[in-house]
């Protein structure tokens, strides 16, 4: 279970960097850059540049997202940014505006 | 989870910039900024804050820079250290505490001064 929880009341306006993983039920503004998993929940609205091994979006994003595995955007999850990861998941129901980069090496 | 909300900024965690909001709100890690809250505010013994701080209620375990301001109460503790100025209408230092800046204990005037 993560440690860090940002709740829904909270605001955050700068960067938040770390190991460990984050989820966000509240506002952040600027960048994360973690080395573990990030979540936003339903709740959660993130204007900010996401650079992470994990991401799972089930709220509303705007920024550039790259992670080193996954990105998953779950149904009722607004995005918009470009998006770039060797894995990426979008659920029925997801609403996404932007480019999708899986960084295939063939080609 | 209670349905009071409890929001914690976990060891492995940095943050830089504002940090505001209500809820009560446990620092284990670092932050660097400022921090405005309108509940309580814990800094555990593993948090380091170089920021200032607004909040009703601040009970520090670990280390914080910077000047604070409480509305109700402003707990140091035995693990602490603390420098900068504190502005609230009560301070407790424990014992083994350290401690560097000024207490402001907020005791209103007579307006003729």
Known sequence: M??????SSIVIDGEISGDEDLVIQGTVKGKISLKESLFVEASGVVEADIDTQNVEIAGRVTGNIAASDKVELKSDCRVVGDIKAPRILIADGA?????????VKER | MASEQINIIGKGITIRGSLSGGGDLVIEGHVEGQVALKNHLTIEQSGTVEADIKADELTINGEASG????????AINNTAKVHGDVKAPRVVIEDGAVFNGSIEMDVKLPDDI
């Open chain 1, 2 to 7: 993560a440690n860090t929880i940002i709740g």
């Open chain 2, 67 to 74: 000047n604070i301001e409480a509305n109700s109460r402003v």
């Open chain 1, 95 to 103: 609403s996404f505006k932007g480019n999708v980069d899986m960084d």
